[in-house]
């Protein structure tokens, strides 16, 4: 339901300003923008130093293979050439009977020549024949296209090398000649061919097995190596998760003590994180020792104070009752009394601030959030006449466990705030509704005005103690600077949360507490 104010006229149906629309400016807190987007993940240190390792160990196997095909390949080539010098020596007389017969098959047709040896006989007028044992010592002719392709050079009795179409290369040489016929023989280039093909192919098999357990080795030399990187890494996580800017404090988590053993580089690095954790946990003890004192001394001299501010107050309440006061020591008595109900107001909230830090104060039991939005928004109105107020609740009440007295100190405080902050004829909303199902339902409060606004500086500090607005906001009247402080202790201490969302025109408090669903089953 929505309860106008006794001043809201057409505006009184004006739709509330939700600063969680979609279309409503962006004012979220530093806190809460969204973060920057982040490139591509980079390698880590592990993935680097293997693929560095793997990248070298890899070229080195890749140049030692070429290498050492290249110089086998000219140990066989030369090997292969020494044969063919041999067999031409050795067949020399029936070479020079093959270059009278004119038919190679014919002249290899019962000599002992191994599988691969070709002959080829060259006529001057450029007639030639060819023929070719094969693997099964079968003399195949050669045909006139293969014949046709051949490019014998003239002179030449040097070793050459001599491709022939469909059976490859071969490593021949020119023997002498018998009237007008050149005799050239040799022998096939496969053999070679083939003994390289196996040699990379085992170094290329055994550099991949080579290279699979030097990557596991790696692996796990590796691993085991930053394993107390690893450790220390986790640590410091663990530390990071832990709420270290209030309550109780004591660091609890160590680098373990194998992993921290001086001597090695990682090792020093977790010795020196322990140490550091170690000065850390001891500062914060003595913060934590030092924040006791001082708040049990808040309390303590609160407590002290109230007695003698509330015999200033009664002995100048009854001054004066004297009608023999002269006119200027009765005004001097009314601002004695004036200050010293200022300062017991101050000494009391000193005093809640104390208690609550130390767990105390609350009263448990369920409240009626809504009643207390209305009785409060009520008070205001008589309070401030010159703001508008408005109120939009459920027409089912908001009911929460807690301290009905705090809680009421909470709307109190954040509705007096709104109306001491802005000026004459700001529209303060005040919204209470219910979020979730179940046993995450929340009760959500906002206090809502289109003042001013709160300077962007004071936001991250508006809810510690003694911080004044006087920055950002036109002041109708003095303050301690402990409402909001009080405001968000209370909050805390009924497992809430409370945020500030504000730009020029648009200011929200939002609460958040645990809230009775609707319906409990």
Same mark, same amino acid.
């Given at each position: 339901?929505?309860?106008?104010?006794?001043?809201?006229? @057409?505006?009184?149906?004006?739709?509330?300003?939700?600063?969680?629309?979609?279309?409503?400016?962006?004012?979220?807190? !530093?806190?809460?923008?969204?973060?920057?987007?982040?490139?591509?993940? !980079?390698?880590?240190?592990?993935?680097?130093?293997?693929?560095?390792?793997?990248?070298?160990?890899?070229?080195?196997?890749?140049?030692?293979?070429?290498?050492?095909?290249?110089?086998?390949?000219?140990?066989?080539?030369?090997?292969?050439?020494?044969?063919?010098?041999?067999?031409?020596?050795?067949?020399?007389?029936?070479?020079?009977?093959?270059?009278?017969?004119?038919?190679?098959?014919?002249?290899?047709?019962?000599?002992?020549?191994?599988?691969?040896?070709?002959?080829?006989?060259?006529?001057?007028?450029?007639?030639?024949?060819? $023929?070719?044992?094969?693997?099964?010592?079968?003399?195949?002719?050669?045909?006139?296209?293969?014949?046709?392709?051949?490019?014998?050079?003239?002179?030449?009795?040097?070793?050459?090398?001599?491709?022939?179409?469909?059976?490859?290369?071969?490593?021949?040489?020119?023997?002498?000649?018998?009237?007008?016929?050149?005799?050239?023989?040799?022998?096939?280039?496969?053999?070679?061919?083939?003994?390289?093909?196996?040699?990379? +192919?085992? /170094?290329?098999?055994?550099?991949?097995?080579?290279?699979?357990?030097?990557?596991?080795?790696? +692996?796990?030399?590796?691993?085991?190596?930053?394993? &107390?990187?690893?450790?220390?890494?986790?640590?410091?996580?663990?530390?990071?998760?832990?709420?270290?800017?209030?309550?109780?404090?004591? /660091?609890?988590?160590?680098?373990?003590?194998?992993? $921290?053993?001086?001597?090695?580089? /990682?090792?020093?690095? #977790?010795?020196?994180?322990?140490?550091?954790?170690?000065?850390?946990?001891?500062?914060?003890?003595?913060?934590?020792?030092?924040?006791?004192?001082?708040?049990?001394?808040?309390?303590?001299?609160?407590?002290?104070?109230?007695?003698?501010?509330?015999?200033?107050?009664?002995?100048?309440?009854?001054?004066?009752?004297?009608?023999?006061?002269?006119?200027?020591?009765?005004?001097?008595?009314?601002?004695?009394?004036?200050?010293?109900?200022?300062?017991?107001?101050?000494?009391?909230?000193?005093?809640?601030? *104390?208690?609550?830090?130390?767990?105390?104060?609350?009263?448990?039991? *369920?409240?009626?959030?809504?009643?207390?939005?209305?009785?409060?928004?009520?008070?205001?109105?008589?309070?401030? &006449?010159?703001?508008?107020?408005?109120?939009?609740?459920?027409?089912?009440?908001?009911?929460?466990?807690?301290?009905?007295?705090?809680?009421?100190?909470?709307?109190?405080?954040?509705?007096?705030?709104?109306? +001491?902050?802005? &000026?004459?004829?700001?529209?303060?909303?005040?919204?209470? @509704?219910?979020?979730?199902?179940?046993?995450?339902?929340?009760? /959500?409060?906002?206090?809502?005005?289109?003042?001013?606004?709160?300077? &962007?500086?004071?936001?991250?500090?508006?809810?510690?103690?003694?911080?004044?607005?006087?920055?950002?906001?036109?002041? $109708?009247? #003095? #303050? +301690?600077?402990?409402?909001?402080?009080?405001?968000?202790?209370?909050?805390?201490?009924?497992?809430?949360?409370?945020?500030?969302?504000?730009?020029?025109?648009?200011?929200?408090?939002?609460?958040?507490?645990?809230?009775?669903?609707?319906?409990?089953?």
């Amino acid at each position: 339901m929505t309860v106008p104010g006794p001043t809201s006229d @057409a505006r009184a149906d004006a739709p509330v300003p939700d600063a969680g629309a979609p279309d409503a400016p962006s004012h979220d807190a !530093p806190g809460d923008r969204p973060a920057k987007r982040i490139g591509k993940r !980079p390698l880590s240190f592990q993935a680097r130093l293997m693929l560095t390792v793997f990248g070298f160990v890899s070229l080195i196997f890749v140049v030692v293979a070429a290498v050492t095909a290249m110089m086998l390949n000219t140990v066989l080539e030369e090997r292969l050439s020494q044969q063919v010098r041999s067999m031409v020596a050795e067949s020399g007389q029936w070479l020079i009977g093959a270059g009278a017969m004119g038919d190679a098959a014919s002249a290899l047709d019962g000599r002992q020549v191994p599988p691969g040896t070709i002959l080829i006989l060259e006529t001057a007028a450029g007639d030639r024949s060819g $023929a070719y044992v094969d693997a099964h010592y079968t003399i195949e002719p050669l045909g006139s296209s293969q014949l046709a392709a051949l490019t014998l050079a003239r002179g030449e009795e040097g070793i050459s090398t001599l491709t022939v179409r469909g059976l490859g290369d071969f490593r021949v040489q020119v023997g002498r000649t018998l009237g007008d016929t050149r005799v050239v023989m040799g022998q096939s280039t496969a053999e070679v061919r083939s003994t390289i093909g196996t040699l990379i +192919t085992a /170094i290329t098999f055994t550099t991949a097995a080579g290279l699979f357990v030097l990557g596991a080795a790696i +692996t796990l030399v590796i691993r085991q190596g930053l394993k &107390p990187l690893r450790a220390v890494a986790e640590t410091a996580q663990r530390v990071a998760r832990q709420p270290l800017d209030q309550g109780v404090v004591s /660091i609890d988590e160590r680098v373990p003590a194998d992993q $921290a053993e001086r001597g090695t580089e /990682i090792g020093e690095v #977790g010795a020196a994180l322990n140490t550091l954790l170690d000065h850390v946990d001891a500062s914060l003890h003595a913060r934590q020792r030092n924040e006791e004192r001082m708040r049990r001394f808040v309390a303590d001299a609160s407590h002290e104070l109230r007695t003698p501010l509330a015999s200033i107050r009664g002995y100048s309440e009854l001054s004066l009752r004297d009608t023999t006061l002269s006119e200027t020591s009765a005004q001097s008595l009314e601002r004695i009394q004036a200050q010293s109900m200022r300062m017991t107001g101050l000494v009391e909230d000193l005093l809640l601030l *104390a208690r609550l830090d130390e767990g105390q104060e609350l009263v448990y039991g *369920a409240v009626d959030l809504t009643r207390i939005v209305l009785e409060s928004v009520a008070d205001q109105r008589v309070a401030g &006449p010159e703001h508008e107020w408005r109120v939009d609740v459920e027409e089912e009440p908001v009911v929460v466990a807690g301290d009905a007295g705090r809680l009421t100190q909470v709307v109190a405080n954040l509705l007096a705030n709104a109306r +001491t902050h802005t &000026p004459p004829g700001t529209t303060v909303t005040v919204s209470l @509704a219910r979020e979730g199902t179940g046993s995450a339902t929340r009760a /959500i409060l906002r206090v809502h005005d289109d003042g001013p606004g709160v300077d &962007p500086d004071l936001q991250g500090e508006l809810f510690t103690r003694f911080a004044r607005g006087d920055r950002s906001r036109t002041r $109708a009247t #003095g #303050g +301690t600077g402990l409402g909001l402080a009080i405001v968000k202790a209370i909050v805390d201490a009924h497992h809430g949360e409370i945020r500030v969302l504000s730009q020029p025109g648009d200011t929200t408090f939002e609460v958040s507490l645990p809230a009775k669903p609707v319906d409990p089953d």
